[in-house]
């Protein structure tokens, strides 16, 4: 059957992805080999497929199908997380939109919905992920909130508790009064914003005299409880000991003196809310000073405020402005910009607000979390990272765990007044209880309201996904995992929490590697997003440029932990390269076979060249692959592909017009884009399948389940000699093109004699290459100068054909001249390069070699055109 004229990206998609979930091949069961494990970093159940998702997802993927071709037992466990601040306000929103309030239902009828919304939306990201090629376990799909997860989080929970690792305390929290929950300092995402800055009068009791004190919150003044000056400040002297009227509620409030106070900022008077900011919490515990929390869950003012009471936070801050304007408490405001903690969810401005919570001390169990990334027991990519996560790790803060939230893991905690009792169930929580409180009935049992946060049960994933707190078999064989691939902004939330619960449950680091990814940006440097409508849409692209173009896409831009800079372009580049591929099949299948002819010498050259460059190119491969140089790896095939086998392979043994094929020729191109096809696959698996089933002859596999080919020892002179014959090609090429010669004009070309030349003209299989490729009739030494030529360099040789320039000589001059100026400034730079101390001790002795080996040939190339200057003045 003859191969289709276009090759069809959506088509072969389809069927092949079809085929190998048919087939199981992405299944894995522990067995006799190493296993290779990834686990997904879960997308929440709320999301669609973006760019991050892709870059993310197609590296895991890329390591997976090599692990599998490499012969190891490929596990990448897929799953999704139920996301508990989102996932609960797209219900709540569901719920608005038919007129009905959260606040209307119980918590059982609430969940009723939730789950019906994530099982008729949860699982649309998991479908879109598969548009991708991505060769995930499918059986092994896990969700966060599933019965095995639910069952692992509680554990962890009551062991934390039992510990004494757990705790319950009230303290200043960041509060989200849209989502209405607390959320961890990592939830925060701080920027600079424009603002004011009030300058407010406080009047001593007898209004005799007042300071000034400056506030970006002017409505927390309704919870002021003091005045703090610094103590060496002589400014307000006078105010020492004495108590000042808070603007508006006229509460009296001592003036405490205290070294926490910048005398350089603001006025160098503070107002002090201990209820609503953790600095004054803080100096409110250590002078004792009365705590009024004036605002409600929802940002609005609660009675306590005294004024305003029931309107929300920003609409006050405009009223009490007006009021303390028009009381003449407002001295003047100024435009000041500073930091707002905005929530990572909602985007709504956290409000500091005392709250009781549960806690997990994290400096009791982190210590040897740290101590793997220091050692590189847990080994980070690019190094960078773990400066930051050493500098988080050392200043870790004890994590807030508890939301107030109903979708999520309801905590295992139950309570008989202030007595707390934990159990994997209610019925087991009750039979402690019993031995403190004998005569107490089940209903007096109340189980606590909040949820237990995201990460929680996050941070358990490379143990829970294999039921590790249940299940030794999987656990004991895929544990650690091999990789995580995740993006730097979660190093906090996400990896060093999965490292210390690794250590906690499991006393063993999760994963061995960690390859950071950078952010997707646009081709300017943007972020993407919505606003900015800089951010495509993901599937749109799968279906323009097919997932493999797209692929190709976000890895050829894309440096180990570098940011991407995305271009459309790029994804168009790959489809192009797939069809590069399609087309250089179609070429070879539709030669000719005579199965009684001989191979051609040139051929035999040309064979063992590609064999040579292949082994060359899979030794870089493996290199950096090994360091997770994923972006360079790709690069480095599509030029081989592209460059060395289509452009330039196929061109050497390409017969003549209506000229038939030997057999051994085409067995070994076969066999050659075998290897291909193999070494492409993990980046690009459907054009990879696709052309391995019409080259795989008598393979019986497919190419998801090729062996990956291992280094074989090859000649580096084969690779010299044709990239010396390449480089005589182009010239002749060039000097054709520049002087009107046909391209396929038989010419007879003269060489100037050196060593490198002499072998060239002696060896049968390079001089009949070099004639087929650069359409010779002839090639030969000549040691006198061709009359009548026209000449061009090669490396570090000399040659001619005889031709009567129709240039004029000066310009034939100028054209030497400027080359000769080009060869000097190369020849500067590589002098320059091998001068740099720190290049030469640390670059690998091959790449200082050949720096080398460019200097030499550049040195020879100068030598050579000042002699062809010389000739050519004198003819002036």
Same mark, same amino acid.
């Given at each position: 059957?003859?191969?289709?004229?276009?090759?069809?990206?959506?088509?072969?998609?389809?069927?092949?992805?079809?085929?190998?979930?048919?087939?199981?091949?992405?299944?894995s069961t522990?067995?006799?080999?190493?296993?290779?494990t990834?686990?997904?970093?879960?997308?929440?159940?709320?999301?669609?497929?973006?760019?991050g998702?892709?870059?993310?997802?197609?590296?895991?993927?890329?390591?997976?199908?090599?692990?599998?071709?490499?012969?190891?037992?490929?596990?990448?466990?897929?799953?999704?997380?139920?996301?508990?601040?989102a996932?609960?306000?797209?219900?709540?929103?569901?719920?608005?939109?038919?007129?009905?309030?959260?606040?209307?239902?119980?918590?059982?009828?609430?969940?009723?919905?939730?789950?019906?919304?994530?099982?008729?939306?949860?699982?649309?990201?998991?479908?879109?992920?598969k548009?991708l090629?991505?060769?995930?376990?499918?059986?092994?799909?896990?969700?966060?909130?599933?019965?095995?997860?639910?069952?692992a989080?509680?554990?962890?929970?009551?062991?934390?508790?039992?510990?004494?690792?757990?705790?319950?305390?009230?303290?200043?929290?960041?509060?989200?009064?849209?989502?209405?929950?607390?959320?961890?300092?990592?939830?925060?995402?701080?920027?600079?914003e424009?603002g004011?800055?009030?300058?407010?009068?406080?009047?001593?009791?007898?209004k005799?005299?007042?300071?000034?004190?400056?506030?970006?919150?002017?409505?927390?003044?309704?919870?002021?409880?003091?005045?703090?000056?610094?103590?060496?400040?002589?400014?307000?002297?006078?105010?020492?000991?004495?108590?000042?009227?808070?603007?508006?509620?006229?509460?009296?409030v001592?003036?405490?003196q205290?070294?926490?106070v910048?005398?350089?900022?603001?006025?160098?008077?503070?107002?002090?809310?201990?209820?609503?900011?953790?600095?004054d919490?803080?100096?409110?515990?250590?002078?004792?000073?009365?705590v009024?929390?004036?605002?409600?869950?929802?940002?609005?003012?609660?009675?306590?405020?005294?004024?305003?009471?029931?309107?929300?936070?920003?609409?006050?801050?405009?009223?009490?402005?007006?009021?303390?304007e028009?009381a003449?408490?407002?001295?003047?405001?100024?435009?000041?910009?500073?930091?707002?903690?905005?929530?990572?969810?909602?985007?709504?401005?956290?409000?500091?607000?005392?709250?009781?919570?549960?806690?997990?001390?994290?400096k009791?169990?982190?210590?040897?979390?740290?101590?793997?990334?220091?050692?590189?027991?847990?080994e980070?990519?690019?190094?960078?990272?773990?400066?930051?996560?050493?500098?988080?790790?050392?200043?870790?803060?004890?994590?807030?765990?508890s939301?107030?939230?109903?979708?999520?893991?309801?905590?295992?905690?139950?309570?008989?007044?202030?007595?707390?009792?934990?159990?994997?169930?209610?019925?087991?929580?009750?039979?402690?209880?019993?031995?403190?409180?004998?005569?107490?009935?089940?209903d007096?049992?109340?189980?606590?309201?909040?949820?237990?946060?995201?990460?929680?049960?996050?941070?358990?994933?490379?143990?829970?996904v294999?039921?590790?707190?249940?299940?030794?078999?999987?656990?004991?064989?895929?544990?650690?995992?091999?990789?995580?691939?995740?993006?730097?902004?979660?190093?906090?939330?996400?990896?060093?929490?999965?490292?210390?619960?690794?250590?906690?449950?499991?006393?063993?680091?999760?994963?061995?590697?960690?390859y950071?990814?950078?952010?997707?940006?646009?081709?300017?440097?943007?972020?993407?997003?919505?606003?900015?409508?800089?951010?495509?849409?993901?599937?749109?692209?799968?279906?323009?440029?097919?997932?493999?173009?797209?692929?190709?896409g976000?890895?050829?831009?894309?440096p180990?932990?570098?940011?991407?800079?995305?271009?459309?372009?790029?994804?168009?580049?790959?489809?192009?390269?797939?069809?590069?591929?399609w087309?250089?099949?179609?070429?070879?299948d539709?030669?000719?076979?005579?199965?009684?002819?001989?191979?051609?010498?040139?051929?035999?050259?040309?064979?063992?060249?590609?064999?040579?460059?292949?082994?060359?190119?899979?030794?870089?491969?493996?290199?950096?692959?090994?360091?997770?140089?994923?972006?360079?790896?790709?690069?480095?095939?599509?030029?081989?592909?592209?460059?060395?086998?289509?452009?330039w392979?196929?061109?050497?043994?390409?017969?003549?017009?209506?000229?038939?094929?030997?057999?051994?020729?085409?067995?070994?191109?076969?066999?050659?884009?075998?290897?291909?096809?193999?070494?492409?696959?993990?980046?690009?698996?459907?054009?990879?399948?696709?052309?391995?089933?019409?080259?795989?002859?008598?393979?019986?596999?497919?190419?998801?389940?090729?062996?990956?080919?291992?280094?074989?020892?090859?000649?580096?002179?084969?690779?010299?000699?044709?990239e010396?014959?390449?480089?005589?090609?182009?010239?002749?090429?060039?000097?054709?093109?520049?002087?009107?010669?046909?391209?396929?004009?038989?010419?007879?070309?003269?060489?100037?004699?050196?060593?490198?030349?002499?072998?060239?003209?002696?060896?049968?299989?390079?001089?009949?290459?070099?004639?087929?490729?650069?359409?010779?009739?002839d090639?030969?030494?000549?040691?006198d100068?061709?009359?009548?030529?026209?000449?061009?360099?090669?490396?570090?040789? %000399?040659?001619?054909?005889q031709? /009567?320039?129709?240039?004029?000589?000066?310009?034939? @001059? &100028? #054209?030497?001249? !400027? =080359? *000769?100026?080009?060869?000097?400034?190369?020849?500067?730079?590589?002098?320059?390069?091998?001068?740099?101390?720190?290049?030469?001790?640390?670059a690998?002795?091959a790449?200082?070699? %050949?720096?080398?080996?460019?200097? /030499?040939?550049?040195?020879s190339?100068?030598?050579? @055109? &000042? #002699?062809?200057i !010389? =000739? *050519?003045s004198?003819?002036?």
């Open positions: 059957m003859s191969l289709a004229k276009q090759y069809d990206a959506k088509s072969v998609e389809k069927k092949w992805y079809d085929y190998w979930m048919d087939h199981d091949y992405f299944s522990p067995d006799q080999r190493d296993p290779f990834i686990v997904i970093p879960p997308p929440n159940v709320t999301g669609v497929l973006h760019m998702h892709m870059l993310n997802l197609t590296i895991q993927d890329i390591l997976i199908r090599r692990a599998r071709t490499k012969g190891m037992n490929a596990c990448w466990v897929p799953g999704t997380d139920h996301a508990s601040i996932t609960e306000a797209k219900v709540v929103k569901k719920l608005r939109e038919a007129g009905i309030k959260k606040s209307d239902l119980s918590r059982e009828e609430f969940l009723k919905h939730a789950w019906e919304w994530k099982e008729n939306y949860g699982g649309i990201i998991l479908d879109q992920i548009k090629g991505a060769s995930c376990d499918w059986n092994r799909t896990s969700f966060t909130m599933d019965e095995t997860r639910s069952k989080v509680t554990k962890a929970f009551i062991d934390l508790y039992n510990k004494g690792v757990l705790y319950r305390g009230k303290r200043m929290v960041n509060w989200d009064p849209e989502a209405r929950t607390v959320l961890s300092n990592e939830e925060v995402i701080y920027k600079e424009k004011k800055l009030y300058h407010l009068k406080y009047f001593t009791e007898d005799s005299a007042h300071l000034v004190i400056a506030t970006t919150r002017p409505e927390t003044l309704l919870g002021d409880t003091a005045v703090a000056i610094h103590p060496d400040d002589e400014r307000y002297a006078s105010f020492r000991g004495k108590k000042v009227i808070v603007p508006l509620v006229n509460r009296p001592p003036v405490i205290d070294s926490y910048d005398i350089e900022f603001g006025t160098g008077a503070l107002k002090v809310t201990p209820a609503h900011d953790p600095n919490y803080d100096l409110g515990k250590k002078h004792q000073l009365e009024i929390e004036i605002f409600e869950e929802d940002g609005s003012i609660s009675p306590d405020g005294q004024l305003y009471i029931g309107k929300d936070r920003f609409k006050v801050r405009k009223e009490i402005v007006a009021d303390l028009e003449g408490l407002l001295e003047k405001i100024e435009d000041y910009d500073h930091n707002i903690g905005r929530s990572e969810r909602t985007n709504a401005v956290i409000e500091p607000r005392l709250s009781l919570q549960w806690y997990v001390n994290m009791d169990i982190s210590k040897k979390a740290l101590e793997a990334v220091e050692t590189d027991t847990v980070f990519f690019p190094k960078k990272m773990k400066n930051t996560y050493r500098h988080w790790m050392a200043n870790i803060r004890d994590w807030c765990i939301r107030q939230l109903w979708w999520g893991h309801r905590i295992p905690a139950y309570y008989v007044g202030e007595s707390v009792y934990v159990g994997e169930s209610k019925e087991e929580a009750y039979k402690k209880a019993l031995v403190d409180h004998p005569e107490l009935t089940m007096q049992l109340i189980q606590d309201e909040d949820a237990l946060d995201t990460w929680f049960s996050s941070w358990l994933w490379p143990i829970s294999f039921d590790g707190f249940e299940n030794e078999h999987d656990i004991n064989y895929y544990y650690p995992t091999s990789v995580l691939v995740t993006g730097w902004d979660i190093i906090f939330l996400w990896v060093a929490r999965m490292i210390i619960a690794g250590y906690e449950w499991k006393n063993e680091f999760p994963f061995k590697h960690v950071f990814t950078g952010m997707v940006r646009d081709k300017k440097r943007r972020k993407m997003s919505k606003s900015l409508g800089n951010s495509p849409d993901a599937l749109a692209l799968i279906e323009n440029f097919g997932a493999d173009g797209v692929r190709f976000m890895l050829s831009c894309s180990a932990g570098g940011d991407l800079l995305f271009d459309e372009k790029l994804c168009e580049q790959g489809r192009n390269f797939s069809n590069k591929i087309n250089a099949l179609r070429l070879v539709g030669w000719e076979v005579d199965h009684n002819a001989v191979q051609p010498i040139e051929n035999e050259l040309a064979i063992d060249w590609m064999f040579s460059l292949t082994n060359q190119i899979l030794e870089k491969v493996d290199t950096d692959f090994n360091s997770y140089k994923l972006s360079e790896a790709l690069i480095s095939l599509y030029s081989y592909v592209w460059t060395d086998f289509c452009s392979y196929l061109e050497m043994i390409k017969p003549a017009y209506q000229t038939p094929i030997d057999p051994i020729t085409v067995e070994k191109t076969k066999e050659l884009f075998r290897y291909i096809c193999t070494m492409l696959h993990p980046f690009m698996p459907f054009i990879t399948e696709e052309v391995w089933q019409q080259v795989k002859g008598q393979e019986s596999i497919d190419c998801i389940l090729s062996q990956y080919p291992e280094v074989d020892v090859y000649d580096p002179q084969i690779l010299k000699d044709v010396f014959i390449k480089e005589i090609t182009s010239g002749l090429r060039d000097l054709r093109n520049k002087n009107n010669i046909k391209p396929k004009e038989l010419l007879h070309l003269y060489v100037q004699q050196d060593d490198v030349t002499e072998d060239l003209i002696k060896d049968p299989r390079k001089k009949a290459l070099l004639s087929k490729m650069a359409f010779l009739a090639v030969s030494i000549s040691s100068a061709v009359e009548n030529s026209i000449s061009f360099i090669a490396g570090k040789s %000399k040659f001619f054909i031709h /009567e320039s129709e240039k004029d000589p000066k310009e034939l @001059l &100028e #054209e030497k001249q !400027k =080359e *000769l100026e080009y060869q000097r400034g190369f020849v500067a730079s590589v002098e320059k390069k091998l001068a740099n101390e720190r290049f030469v001790n640390n690998p002795s790449v200082v070699n %050949k720096e080398k080996q460019k200097l /030499e040939d550049g040195m190339r100068i030598k050579i @055109l &000042e #002699e062809s !010389k =000739e *050519l004198a003819k002036l």
